[in-house]
């Protein structure tokens, strides 16, 4: 055969031989090879075959290199648009300020390189993945288009030569019929396969779709070429059934077949030919409706095992069926599919197969080709239902979601599209069908009203589809074509499809039904309500906003008019569905009333924006009230849940409550609500509202004037909250104006205000407590104005600040001044919040404002707030105010809180009047107030003669009849009235209320009886509700209807009888109100006459309740002269009122409660004040790790020297007394180990990180580098015992010892740590490795550092300065040093120094403590030892900011424990005695001559003196002479070194000369040698050690030329001093300290300039002190011998050296001293410059991306966090770093959190971020992706902490990190 030749021929000639034939015109010879050859090669039996792709290849190159084809290709790209496809977790981009769709993203490449300064963009992690949308006008502006697809690049690139792509028209075509074979072959049914394994048949894909996918990426010239493959129907139908010869090909297209049809999908031919397409004529409703749900016949409808109908409600189902199928249009919506292309086979598996990401992006890159992007729209919406039926029933919904909408979004967003789609496939329809047809599978039957014939069905909110938000794609997608005006007008015009979406709404409504448990506690609490509530907002109320964007204008008006009539409709079918009548049922709640919510938001747009009518659009009355009860019943059970009456539900319901107030739900759900309300209060009948409200709360029954009721609903003491509920509710009812005539910008401020005025508040979490909907808050809408200018209006900025207690503050918004005086809100307040405790905390704040202006002082009430005018439509809600009802109900409240009745309180009083205020605010326009009286007699039956609240005020009312327990005391007082005869007093003494009348009287009261009142509010209501029903009054009052909860039966055992009383009043509202104000002020006559005449309303805003009633009285006055005459009657006659006698004991023990409450409270207040301030104090003695100000902690170290024993005090057993030998005391420290030392550098500037790759740190020049390098040279030329005391370790690991300064008794803190082993709720640290915390600090503590017994500080007769010549004390020291170490006596002393000891050396890494070339040997302990007390001194020096220029005992040395630490030391290192042959003291003092015999031996020379590191030799001379050292030893050492360190300066400096300069000054020196004190003489020393040196042959010639370089200065003699003093400096601090440690000199402060001169004085270096200006630091010398000789002896060591093998070591001569302070790497301000370089880099070790990315901030390292890639023996590389470069402390920036860990040893801590954004405010894990920029303050606070190593104290979450990190 042909092919097999072809087979065998190499793939280039064969393809260019192949490709030269088709180019013919004739091409059938060629056609025919290629068709056998691909047979051959692309054989679908063959499995996945590498071989395959590679022919492919060659074969689409035509003969050329694959990747010089895909150069060609690519040079013909004329794509406009980006379309780079991302998948989760990508990290792009979105500008609100270009988006046209709030659904556009751009990629990071083409953000950056369009211009969006000053934008509203953030950067995000993609959820479901994404694509690049730059370049396309249609979901962006062209402004924002990056450099790159600005340029209309289409225009100029050529056309493409037909034969470039003529072999990948002819091989594509079976190459995508292979991979469609390959998917037909390997699925298989769910339930068919047990070893279902689709994710092994994608994997042998994977290379396959994988190079499709890089074809997709060659440009628009190859797009083309894919989207004719692809779209092409005849090519398909060619190949895809295969022709008649090929068996494989036949049985592949049955598998397919079968594959359609086990998906309840039916192929268009089995239909029967004609039948529907997917989208062809409407078939008749009734014919095919049922084909719609699956089932193909009416008869399988009662064939349950269809997988359809698997809710074994028969009934139910069959209703939701017949409700369907009469409006659906398109039958053929859910079942139907034809394929015709290869695009819409390929969309079939990629469903079947659960989206494959790779498949998905595939079809996703194709997306820019404009021809590929309509059809596989279209393809997609034909598929639609089909997608929705595998979500369902797929495991992994989550993944499958989201890569649903990676698609969706990228089709839907482009309203171009969505239109186009929307008219030509029924989108619409389509969606909506499916949505229904969804929701359909978890109906349950409601239970609301009447349980057993309820016949509405609601969905299950315990139902897997909507507890897993399996619904989300399909409703985001609906949501995102709504937002398109055209696709919305479509929906809105479409009558059928608004009834079938009503019909989907009304199956939200009334789901999740609470029933209020009365027994015992739910067993278990459902949280089923997270579901109910996320599917009412995303399901009903954000396709509601979508909707209502669209009905903005006038023209719009008839879409408001048929969504209020469809809403009604369907209102009304719902409440027969339920079977309500009038009474909502008892203990019943639902929060989600989605039809009531869609009817409130189009009502209140059609009045606000489209001028509508109002009364055009509301219903009858009697519906009105049907429509009124259910959000009632919601406010009312608001307040029952508050009051504890659900306590039994559980704490979901309290849930519930919370999560319907919440900012995200609020303007969906709650403002709806009210506003309905409002609506039905402003159009029925006020009395009748008025009484519904009370009798929902249920405190009608505690509306009575006598003093004692029975309530037959509520507990006495959920009576109160209830009625506060009540009489708040009508407040927000009556004051709440969101929807009636507030303009969206005012609606903005309150809410805004209403927020900080609770708290101050971040930008970001202000953003999102605000609701999003009037107003969104993203991007300008037109003509309002933004979120950032209202914030600056209302609020100030508080900047980020910092406490010293290291808790980082973020930036903060709090309300202007003005804000609190005249915005602030507690009706709006108390509406937003979502905690009860915000409502105080805001109360608190404003309190505390009023303090601070000096406006009120005491504890003021919520101010009253002017209400902005209302809407016209709304003017009858002001009726509600101006109701008898509600006046008989003020009336009776203010009698009873008068009288003291029992459940009463501040706040009822408070809400009570603010109601009369409002009424007097808002007067009814159409009465005129009746100046003159009425005439009593005419009105018997009702309390008030009219409606109006101004002149109903001044009415008197005289009697009233109540309804009183037999037991009452009303009742024995009128018994004794009765037997004494006597008339009644004017004002009645006693405690009196309203309530339920009765006929019945007793009593001889006969003249009186034609005035009692008589009221009761149930009655009240059926009356009006039957004037309302029967719109005729003369029957309505016999008509009671009995069905109504007033008619209340007794229980058994039932209280006693009532009876009824008549109370004579004798008061109107205005007298109470002045009565009121005497008893709240204490005084008789608080108001007199001249009050009222000089009264101004306006000094009355702020106050507690007497400035309220002053101010209601005022208003009154003003308003109504005859309220004026009756008020100065009143205030006239001043007769002090009997006070009301205590006779029920209730009524006592209820005052005396609320008494003994608040005393309570003022007691805590004191104590908690007391306990505040002790604290206070407490923390400043104790714990002041970060301010060095105060000195008022104990000073263990430097103490005054007293004679006596130091007194230490055990903060355990509390005792105080001496340390002992055998009862040690000890100082609590903690020991780490440091490396901060170790990375100082010599340049003050910090390292920058780098943030290129041009960019690099070099590690080499620190401290820590530099010393290591100097060891290891020393160590290969000279002897390592004398190496190894030639300089300090410790640099990268040296032990750090702090201390908190308390101290404790060794035993003591041994039984302490076995009570903190036994306790098993461990805090953050672990007993077991000796952690800590110090028992009265609370300091994290690790060991106990002994104290030595005996003197703190040594005696006045150690310090006495001594006369004695230099060179017998030298003498002397040498003797001390002869002494040899006692073996101290074995005690618990001696042991406790041996365990601290060893507890230093675990501190660190045994690396950090082997130096020598045999580890363990006694030379490197002493080693380890001293470079303990070095490293202690150093960080002190450190911590004191690198000079002793600040004086004093710094905080350091507050505490500082350097004392105790150095006896310890010392006493080990006394244990080692230095032979006395290699002593350096001798080498330093004495001439020796023995220097001949020196190299006979085979070994290796002593380090030469001018190598050693003097500080390390004056701490190895003090810790080994014994202690206690008197000074004048100490000052001789100090002497000795100070002139070897001054001969190390000369010989480093001379080194740096020029030849030329050192002969100049070596002359120089030779002429002053002669002269007296040439000693002392820098010239003179400097010249000799130059004219020494220069025998040495090496020593100048090395760096000569190098030298040249570096100094092109010439050097005079101020610079030599200059550099002379700063090379000693370093070892006089460091000595100056030491001497401060041991003797307890002070420190005084100076200049920077004068540091030197006051060293050398405290050191007493310097014989006579001379003006600071002149000193010469020469003059501090002191030699014992002559110094020439001596310098002659140390200098010809090195000489010796240059004849050795060892003379490299010459360049040890070249040292500097100096370092600058320890810093952290320097970042760039901006943090997306360090996250754009980071986030996407390789790791080194691994070469991997890291998921988390981590940087080191002290050394730049780039590591993976958590990454099990990088582990080492069980340890992550962010910890491995920390050891290695941190000596186990390690400071990481995680690149994808912008926030900073802490790793200390075994523990990690968050520290928070150094990165905030515009508004000071942290980002953690980036989530709103705004820019951030450093803040230099947080960062100067971490490197802080990082230097003093309080990272320990200051950070208190610490958590271990086994090693993961």
Not at 870 to 886: A, E, N, Q
Not at 1359 to 1385: C, R, W, Y
Not at 1412 to 1418: D, F, H, L, Y
């Amino acid at each position: 055969m042909m092919a097999a030749s072809l087979l065998r021929r190499d793939k280039k000639s064969t393809a260019a031989h192949l490709k030269a034939d088709l180019k013919r015109t004739d091409n059938s010879s060629g056609l025919r090879q290629l068709q056998e050859l691909l047979d051959s090669v692309l054989n679908p039996e063959r499995g996945s075959d590498p071989e395959a792709l590679e022919w492919c290849k060659w074969l689409l190159a035509g003969g050329d290199g694959f990747d010089e084809f895909c150069r060609t290709v690519r040079s013909y790209d004329n794509a406009t648009l980006c379309g780079l496809v991302w998948t989760a977790n990508f990290v792009a981009y979105r500008c609100r300020t270009c988006g046209i769709s709030p659904c556009m993203s751009l990629c990071a490449e083409c953000f950056n390189n369009g211009d969006h300064t000053g934008h509203d963009f953030n950067m995000f992690r993609s959820q479901a993945g994404g694509a690049c949308d730059c370049g396309d006008g249609n979901v962006m502006r062209e402004s924002g288009f990056c450099s790159r697809h600005r340029l209309k690049t289409g225009e100029n690139v050529p056309s493409v030569p037909r034969d470039l792509l003529l072999m990948s028209e002819m091989v594509l075509p079976r190459f995508i019929i292979t991979i469609i074979q390959y998917l037909r072959d390997g699925y298989t049914e769910p339930e068919s396969a047990a070893d279902r394994d689709l994710q092994k048949v994608l994997q042998q894909l994977e290379p396959h779709i994988s190079f499709l996918e890089e074809l997709t990426k060659m440009g628009g010239a190859m797009r083309t070429v894919l989207t004719k493959i692809l779209t092409n129907q005849q090519t398909f139908k060619e190949l895809s059934m295969g022709q008649e010869e090929n068996v494989y090909a036949k049985r592949n297209y049955e598998k397919y077949l079968s594959a359609l049809k086990s998906s309840g999908l039916v192929s268009v031919e089995e239909k029967g030919a004609g039948g529907a397409g997917a989208g062809a004529t409407d078939t008749p409703a009734g014919a095919g409706a049922l084909s719609l749900l699956g089932a193909t016949a009416a008869a399988s409808l009662e064939d349950s095992s269809k997988e359809e109908d698997q809710d074994g409600l028969q009934g139910v189902g069959q209703r939701k069926r017949v409700k369907l199928s009469s409006s659906t249009k398109d039958p053929s919506i859910m079942d139907t599919l034809k394929h015709k292309c290869f695009l819409e086979e390929l969309l079939f598996w990629t469903i079947k197969y659960e989206f494959p990401q790779k498949m998905v992006t595939f079809l996703l890159n194709m997306l820019p080709d404009q021809d590929y992007k309509i059809t596989f729209t279209k393809t997609f919406v034909q598929h639609y239902a089909f997608i929705m039926k595998t979500l369902m029933k797929s495991h992994e919904s989550d993944t499958m979601s989201n890569r649903i909408v990676h698609i969706s979004v990228q089709l839907f967003s482009n309203e171009e599209l969505a239109r186009h789609v929307t008219e030509e496939c029924q989108l619409l329809d389509i969606m909506v069908t499916v949505l229904l047809y969804m929701m359909e599978s978890c109906l349950i039957k409601s239970e609301l009203q009447d349980e057993e014939n309820n016949r509405h069905v609601v969905v299950n909110c315990g139902e897997a589809l909507l507890k897993n938000n399996t619904y989300w794609p399909l409703v985001s997608d609906f949501i995102n074509i709504l937002s398109h005006q055209s696709v919305a007008k479509r929906f809105l015009e479409d009558h059928s499809l608004l009834l079938l979406w009503m019909s989907f709404v009304s199956f939200f409504q009334g789901m999740n039904l609470n029933k209020r448990e009365l027994n015992e506690h739910v067993e278990f609490e459902s949280q089923t309500y997270y579901a109910a509530f996320a599917a009412e907002l995303e399901a009903c109320a954000q396709p509601m906003w979508g909707l209502l964007t669209h009905c903005k204008v006038k023209e719009t008006q008839e879409y408001t008019k048929t969504v209020v009539r469809y809403c009604l409709e369907t209102l009304q079918m719902w409440f027969d569905a339920i079977g309500f009548v009038d009474e909502p049922a008892l203990n019943q709640l639902t929060f989600h009333l989605p039809l009531h919510r869609y009817y409130a938001m189009f009502l209140s747009k059609g009045v606000k924006c489209q001028g509508l009518d109002l009364d055009s659009l509301l219903p009858d009355q009697e519906m009105l009230m049907k429509i009124m009860v259910h959000p009632l019943q919601i406010q009312a059970s608001l307040s029952e849940i508050h009051s504890n009456m659900w306590v039994r539900n559980g704490l979901q319901i309290k849930g519930q409550a919370m999560t319907y107030v919440q900012s995200h739900f609020c303007n969906s759900m709650i403002d709806p609500d009210i506003y309905l309300l409002q609506v039905c209060a402003s159009r029925l009948d006020p009395d009748y509202f008025i009484s519904s409200v009370f009798e929902r709360f249920k405190v009608v029954d505690l509306l009575t004037m006598a003093s004692q009721h029975q309530n037959a609903v509520l507990d006495s003491e959920q009576e109160r909250p209830m009625l506060e509920g009540a009489l708040t509710f009508l407040v927000i009812l009556s004051s709440l104006r969101i929807h009636l005539g507030m303009s969206d910008d005012e609606i903005l401020r309150a809410e805004m205000v209403s927020q900080l005025c609770m708290n101050d508040r971040t930008h970001s979490s202000l953003l999102d407590l605000i609701p999003e909907n009037p107003n969104p808050k993203s991007g300008v809408v037109p003509g309002s104005c933004s979120f950032e200018e209202m914030l600056s209006a209302v609020a100030d900025f508080k900047a980020p600040v910092f406490e010293p207690g290291g808790s980082m503050q973020q930036g903060m918004y709090t309300p202007k001044a003005e804000v609190w005086e005249k915005e602030f809100d507690p009706i709006m307040v108390i509406l937003r919040t979502v905690y009860r405790r915000d409502v105080q905390s805001a109360m608190d704040r404003y309190a505390a404002f009023l303090k601070q202006s000096g406006v009120h002082t005491g504890n003021p009430w919520p101010p009253y707030k002017e209400r902005t005018p209302l809407h016209p439509c709304y003017k009858g809600l002001v009726r509600l105010l101006h109701c008898k009802t509600l006046h008989i109900v003020i009336f009776t409240l203010l009698y009873k809180i008068w009288m003291d009745h029992q459940n009463m309180s501040e706040h009822v009083l408070c809400m009570v009047l603010y109601l009369i205020e409002l009424g007097l605010d808002n007067q009814v326009q159409d009465d005129k107030v009746e100046e003159e009286p009425c005439i009593e007699e005419h009105c018997h039956d009702s309390w008030f003669p009219g409606t109006s609240l101004l002149s109903n005020l001044h009415h008197v009312i005289n009697f009233v009849r109540v309804r009183v327990p037999e037991t009452a005391p009303e009742v024995e007082r009128k018994r004794e009235r009765e037997r004494e005869r006597e008339t009644p007093p004017s004002t009645s003494s006693e405690s009196a209320t309203f309530g339920q009348s009765s006929r019945r009287l007793t009593g001889n009261w006969r003249e009186n009886l034609r005035e009692a009142q008589v009221f009761s509010l149930v009655a009240e209501r059926r009356r009006k509700f039957q004037e309302i029903i029967n719109r005729s009054n003369h029957e309505a009052s016999q008509a009671v209807r009995p069905k109504s909860s007033s008619s209340r039966w007794l229980p058994p055992g039932s209280p006693p009888q009532l009876v009824t009383e008549i109370l004579e009043i004798r008061e109107s509202m205005l007298s109470l109100l002045v009565k009121l104000h005497q008893k709240l002020s204490a005084k008789q006559n608080s108001l007199s006459l001249s009050w009222l005449a000089e009264v101004d309303p306006a000094h009355h805003a702020h106050g507690d309740g007497l400035t309220a009633i002053e101010r209601i009285l005022a208003k009154a006055s003003a308003r109504s002269r005859h309220s004026k005459r009756c008020l100065q009657e009143i205030c006239g006659k001043v007769c002090p009122p009997i006070p009301p006698k205590k006779n029920s004991p209730g009524d006592k023990k209820s005052m005396d409660k609320e008494e003994r409450r608040q005393r309570a409270r003022e007691r805590q207040q004191k104590l908690l004040a007391e306990f505040a301030s002790r604290q206070k104090s407490f923390m400043e003695t104790a714990m002041d790790v970060e301010s060095p100000e105060t000195d008022a902690v104990m000073d263990v170290g430097s103490a005054e020297p007293l004679d006596s024993e130091v007194l230490y005090d055990c903060v355990i057993c509390g005792q105080s007394g001496p340390s002992t030998e055998d009862r040690p005391t000890g100082l609590v420290v903690l020991l780490q180990a440091s490396s901060v030392l170790g990375h100082r550098c010599r340049s003050d500037t910090p390292k920058r990180l780098p943030t290129t790759d041009e960019e690099h740190i070099y590690p080499e020049d620190t401290c820590g580098a530099t010393n290591d390098v100097r060891l290891s040279l020393m160590q290969r030329y000279f002897k390592d015992s004398s190496c190894l005391q030639s300089v300090s370790v410790g640099w990268d690991g040296g032990v750090y010892v702090q201390t908190c300064g308390h101290t404790l008794h060794i035993d003591c803190h041994k039984s302490y740590m076995e009570s903190l082993r036994n306790d098993q709720v461990l805090q953050g640290f672990s007993v077991d490795k000796g952690e800590f915390t110090c028992p009265l600090c609370r300091q994290f503590a690790n060991s106990v550092l002994p104290c030595r017994p005996g003197r703190g500080i040594e005696t006045p007769a150690w310090h006495a300065p001594s006369n004695k010549s230099m060179s017998t004390l030298v003498k002397e020291v040498e003797d001390l040093q002869e002494q040899l170490g006692i073996f101290p006596a074995e005690s618990n002393l001696s042991k406790e120094m041996e365990s601290v000891i060893k507890d230093i050396k675990n501190t660190t890494q045994k690396k950090y403590m082997d130096y020598g070339k045999n580890p363990g040997s006694p030379d490197n302990d002493f080693l380890f030892m001293y470079s303990v007390a070095r490293t202690n001194l150093e960080l002190e020096l450190v911590h004191r900011g690198g000079n002793l220029c600040s004086g004093g005992a710094s905080a350091a040395a507050k505490r500082s424990c350097l004392n105790q630490l150095f006896h310890v030391l010392a006493m080990h290192m006394r244990l080692y005695s230095i032979d006395s042959a290699y002593n350096p003291w001798t080498r330093l003092t004495q001439s020796t001559h023995s220097r001949e015999t020196e190299f006979c031996d085979d070994e290796r020379p002593e380090v030469p003196m001018l190598f050693r590191d003097v500080p390390s030799l004056l701490i190895i001379f003090i810790l080994t002479m014994p202690q206690p050292l008197r000074k004048e030893h100490f000052t001789c050492v100090v002497k000795v070194l100070y002139s070897l360190q001054y001969t190390q300066a000369l010989a480093a400096l001379s080194i740096r000369f020029s030849r030329e300069e050192r002969l100049a000054w070596s002359n120089t020196g030779a002429a002053k040698k002669n002269m007296p004190n040439s000693d002392k003489s820098w010239e003179s020393l400097l010249g000799h050690v130059i004219s020494e040196l220069t025998k040495a042959k090496d020593v100048y010639d090395t760096n000569s030329e190098e030298a040249l370089m570096l100094s092109s200065s010439v050097w005079s003699p101020q610079s030599i001093e200059f550099t002379l003093q700063q090379f000693c400096l370093p070892f006089l601090r460091l000595s100056c300290l030491l001497q401060h440690h041991l003797y307890g000199d002070s420190l005084p402060g100076c200049q920077v300039e004068e540091e030197f001169s006051l060293l050398t004085g405290c050191l007493s270096l310097a014989g006579s002190v001379q003006s600071s200006g002149s000193m010469s630091s020469a003059a501090g010398l002191e030699w014992n011998l002559n110094a020439f000789d001596l310098i002659n002896q140390w200098c010809s060591e090195v000489i010796d050296l240059s004849s050795s093998p060892s003379q490299q070591s010459v360049s040890l001569l070249v040292q500097d001293p100096q370092w600058a302070a320890p810093r952290l790497l320097h970042l760039p301000d901006n943090y997306n410059t360090i996250f754009q370089y980071y986030h996407r880099k390789s790791c080194t070790s691994c070469g991997k991306t890291p998921k988390d990315p981590a940087l080191c901030l002290v050394c730049g390292a780039f590591v993976c966090l958590k990454g099990h890639c990088c582990k080492q023996q069980g340890v992550c590389e962010c910890v491995l770093h920390s050891q290695h470069c941190g000596a186990a402390t390690g400071i990481f920036l995680l690149v994808n959190a912008s926030v900073i860990i802490i790793i200390r040893g075994h523990r990690f801590c968050l520290w928070g971020s150094v990165y905030l954004d515009a508004h000071g405010e942290e980002d953690r894990d980036l989530r709103r992706g705004k820019p951030l920029y450093l803040c230099e303050e947080r960062y100067r606070v971490l490197e802080q902490q990082w230097v003093s190593h309080t990272f320990d104290h200051i950070n208190k979450r610490w958590g271990p990190h086994y090693n993961g990190l």
